[in-house]
């Protein structure tokens, strides 16, 4: 049995997409046979207060958080129990708080992970998830020192620094932001991340420095849970789906980079038959006001009140219920980046027939007509004629479903990802 440790900014119970995604990769890992730390960066009393033993159990539960949400209540650990526990246990995987929030904290987070003598450091990185301006150069010195103390250290990037083109007002912050990230990528053994335009162009910036930059692509982090057909009924008529009327659904983070509303116009220039409803999964605590008021007001406006289901925070398995009694799934952002998308990821591990908008350098693994449904760009009009095209073809939609999850299991599951990864990183620690 090997072991990995693996350094997160975010860890259930306290959730977002990175943190979820470290939660269903640990567990993995461990099922794999591996031996896996994860340490989460501590980062005050209020923060480490709501660590709960419960959300270790999830493998054995099949809950976790839906994105954006935080879980609160259950019982929690005091900081004095905390310290006399020191780690938390479930099978292979410990979950291990760890300070780690500065330049006083490097040396002392490096030794705790060294001395726990894993085979490989693996560090989940999202920038803003360790400052609030992007960069944080005390956790360069962190990397640096991980790799002095003779561990080797994958950095798995989750998100890479803002252009200047995009945020000229911002061009100082991007500066530092990007010799923060060149710095994190030298001192780094190995990198991986999640688009292949990403991976691509990150060899174009670093290729000189003759470092394995690897493609990794999300998963789901929704697993399915097997429900019957009463189930579905009892939630289709509960939500405005009863007898013939299609479910278009779509699921996340509610940002308007996003563009929800134009999936909301698009199901507002649907004929009246077939039937239709529009389900909204996804926890809106972490909206902005006015974002969602926006939203809330355009259903007003187009007249779709009864017509649409905004499901707010629901655990994992009645996500994954909800995801089952679906018939059209809409991916609505603009970039058509399938692979970094994690609700993507949720629609292709339950079959769902998806609508996304087309990006040829990120989607050489996908279809058009085959395992996905393409637009040419993400606009109202656009969602609207693919959504009319799979209402009236059943038997495409159930082609599309189908294929997108023959071709999740084989290329996108945890364990086709965890297990192309981990062969690699063996393979370059037994050749390091």
């Known amino acids: ?188 053994d190995e990198i991986v991340t999640n688009t292949p335009g990403r991976v691509r162009l990150m060899r174009g910036w670093f290729s000189a420095r003759g470092k394995p930059i690897v493609f990794r692509p999300n998963s789901a982090t929704i697993p399915v849970s097997p429900m019957g057909g009463a189930r579905r009924a009892e939630l289709r008529a509960t939500h405005g789906a009863d007898g013939g009327t299609l479910v278009v659904a779509t699921f996340g983070f509610f940002h308007a980079a996003k563009r929800y509303e134009e999936v909301i116009e698009a199901v507002a220039q649907m004929p009246p038959r077939p039937a239709m409803t529009l389900w909204l999964l996804g926890d809106t605590r972490a909206t902005q006001p006015a974002y969602l008021e926006k939203l809330r007001a355009h259903v007003g406006k187009k007249g779709l009140e009864g017509k649409v289901w905004w499901s707010g925070h629901l655990e994992a398995a009645d996500i994954s219920a909800a995801l089952q009694t679906t018939d059209i799934f809409v991916l609505p952002q603009g970039d058509g980046h399938l692979t970094r998308s994690s609700a993507f990821m949720a629609a292709a591990a339950h079959g769902l027939a998806v609508i996304a908008v087309r990006n040829e350098e990120n989607q050489q693994a996908f279809t058009h007509g085959a395992d996905v449904w393409l637009v040419e760009r993400a606009s109202a009009e656009s969602f609207a004629e693919a959504i009319r095209r799979l209402a009236g073809d059943a038997a495409l939609r159930e082609r599309l479903g189908r294929n997108l999850r023959v071709l999740y299991e084989q290329e996108f599951s945890w364990a086709a990802v965890v297990g192309r990864g981990w062969r690699s990183a063996r393979k370059a620690v037994a050749s390091g």
């Open 1 to 188: 049995m090997s072991r990995i440790a693996i350094v997160t900014r975010r860890f259930p119970p306290e959730c977002c997409g990175v943190g979820d995604y470290v939660a269903r990769l640990a567990e993995t890992l461990a099922q794999q046979g591996q031996d896996v730390l994860v340490f989460v960066a501590e980062r005050n009393e209020e923060r480490s207060a709501k660590t709960k033993w419960a959300t270790l159990k999830r493998a054995a539960t099949g809950t976790e958080c839906a994105e954006g949400a935080m879980r609160e209540g259950g019982a929690s650990f005091a900081a004095g129990e905390r310290r006399q526990a020191a780690a938390l246990h479930n099978g292979n995987m410990r979950v291990v708080e760890l300070k780690l929030d500065g330049w006083g904290n490097v040396a002392r987070a490096v030794e705790t992970i060294r001395s726990a003598h894993p085979e490989r450091v693996q560090i989940e990185y999202s920038s803003y998830g360790w400052s609030r301006w992007g960069f944080a150069f005390w956790f360069n010195a962190f990397v640096s020192r991980l790799r002095r103390a003779g561990l080797r250290v994958t950095l798995a990037l989750h998100e890479i620094p803002i252009e200047f083109e995009a945020h000229p007002w911002r061009a100082a912050v991007a500066a530092m932001q990007r010799l923060h990230f060149a710095g994190l990528v030298r001192a780094a």
